[in-house]
């Protein structure tokens, strides 16, 4: 579906329910002034217009220019809503709390439905929660408000723009591509937060930059605290950030423009997800982390492991709670970080009927997720992962990372030298290249660390032979764990697709 024409398919959504001459209608959202705002517009597409009448429990039931008496406790609101006989839409909102503790409430609404199934006239109920008692279930269509779309937040942005003080400043140096950005960036968020985002970006700005992205993304933090167990990780490196591994770049390179417009309009397929397992050290969780940067989108740590130390209580409970969180806030990449911790074979073994049904509901969902949440998962040992999750279809492709090629350590140390202020051009890279064969990146980085600290001490600036002796002061993986790594190599050969060329 075109994103441009989600509100319209709402729109008809709801207007084929009060056709069909349904009763009761229960909203699942916490957008009250957005649905109020959608039930005009709805109800402007009837001849003759309905009249929205909408319910609380301080102002009782009122319209525009009309109010009705005596009519904020909900059984007196619901008694006036079966004896008006004139077609109309009646949203209720707070009555779930309501709902929760007086069981007669239930009995009151099968009434209600009962009045009303004849007539062109419906209630709506909104609530965050879900809270139907068993009896009303055949009554009531449960409909789940989605969240807005492209379209409604550029609205938003740009009324937001124009009462800014700077609005003319900001207006011209707003370019195309941050605007759609910035959107892609507000999705997931309900309108009052877009409206909040935008506004707390804004702050103090005279112009605009890319680092405002970053800023809206920090509001959808505070849904991803909800959850208990996802974690907003704000350090993402970009791809000019990570030495080598250029196949798997190239790979990401190619799905730069899957989130844009142009590529929803072709129909182009969302990528699901990459598996990223081999040698530790090697990069795989640089490579997750820079995803998100890639398409400048939240990224999500999900702990798997901590499913089931029992501080974020039931584990199937905990990760249904984390996904639905992560598709609220998509666009988002979600980085599983080792995840064999979580549903290898062996746990599913020693864990039992629990781990075994965490394992199903997880397979089910990256199968079945409809928003866009990408999955960004490594894996040490990669053989402990049931076959289920390795086959074509839950990831888009498997790769390997093993130790850096020189050309590849020669990126990596140039990186780490620029992050020290030291222009590589002044190092022979080649000959370091040399000195570390066998390192992987995080010990090419303990090495420049080392030899900065060594010349820091002494009061001078680097040079090439502190990071030599930084180096032979460093025992390698590839030694200490050189059967291990020969044996990561054999499996991914014919399985994975190497991430350097």
């Not at 709801?14 to 009761?24: A, D, G, N, P, Q």
């Not at 109920?125 to 779309?149: C, G």
């Not at 970080?337 to 965490?358: F, H, M, N």
Request: glycine share 6%; net charge neutral; hydrophobic share 40%.
């Amino acid at each position: 579906m075109n994103e441009i024409s989600k509100k319209q398919q709402i729109l008809q959504e709801l207007r084929k329910l009060i056709l069909s001459r349904v009763s009761i209608v229960y909203i699942v959202s916490d957008e009250e002034d957005r649905l109020e705002t959608l039930l005009k517009e709805l109800s402007a597409t009837f001849q003759p217009r309905p009249k929205l009448f909408v319910w609380n429990p301080f102002q009782g039931l009122r319209a525009e220019e009309e109010t009705i008496e005596n009519s904020k406790d909900p059984f007196e609101a619901l008694d006036q809503v079966m004896r008006r006989t004139d077609q109309a839409f009646y949203l209720f909102e707070g009555i779930h709390s309501f709902m929760k503790t007086d069981p007669l409430l239930a009995r009151k609404m099968k009434d209600v439905h009962r009045a009303l199934r004849n007539r062109y006239t419906t209630l709506f109920i909104i609530a965050p929660i879900l809270v139907v008692p068993e009896e009303l279930f055949r009554d009531m269509v449960i409909y789940e408000l989605p969240m807005p779309d492209g379209s409604e937040i550029e609205r938003i942005l740009n009324q937001v723009l124009s009462s800014s003080p700077p609005s003319l400043k900001l207006a011209e140096s707003l370019s195309p591509e941050l605007k759609e950005r910035m959107i892609k960036a507000a999705l997931g968020l309900s309108l009052d937060q877009v409206a909040r985002a935008f506004r707390s970006a804004l702050t103090g700005r005279s112009s605009l930059d890319s680092s405002i992205v970053d800023a809206i993304i920090e509001e959808k933090g505070q849904l991803i605290k909800k959850s208990g167990i996802l974690k907003l990780v704000t350090d993402r490196p970009t791809l000019d950030e990570i030495g080598g591994l250029e196949n798997l770049k190239d790979w990401l390179r190619k799905r730069a423009g899957v989130l844009s417009q142009n590529g929803k309009l072709q129909g182009i397929p969302l990528p699901k997800g990459v598996l990223i397992t081999g040698v530790s050290g090697c990069g795989k969780s640089l490579c997750a982390k820079a995803f998100a940067s890639f398409w400048g989108i939240p990224l999500l740590h999900l702990d798997m492991a901590r499913l089931y130390d029992g501080t974020v209580g039931e584990p199937e409970k905990a990760l249904q709670i984390a996904l639905q969180t992560a598709e609220t806030v998509a666009p988002s990449v979600l980085w599983i970080d080792e995840i064999e911790a979580g549903i290898s074979i062996q746990s599913q073994k020693a864990g039992g009927g629990t781990q075994s049904r965490v394992f199903a509901s997880f397979l089910t969902w990256m199968q079945e997720k409809k928003a866009f949440v990408f999955i960004a998962a490594t894996a040490n040992v990669i053989e402990l992962l049931p076959p289920e999750v390795l086959r074509k279809g839950r990831f888009d492709q498997i790769f390997f990372v093993t130790l850096p090629n020189p050309q590849e350590r020669k990126s990596i140390l140039s990186i780490h030298l620029k992050k020290h202020g030291v222009d590589p051009s002044k190092v022979n890279l080649n000959m370091l290249a040399k000195v570390t064969e066998g390192f992987n990146g995080a010990e090419i980085e303990q090495a420049v660390n080392g030899a900065m600290i060594e010349a820091f001490h002494e009061g001078r600036t680097l040079t090439e032979q502190d990071i030599v002796i930084a180096a032979g002061n460093i025992v390698p993986l590839s030694i200490t764990m050189k059967e291990e790594i020969g044996r990561m190599e054999r499996w991914a050969y014919h399985r994975a697709i190497p991430a350097s060329k």
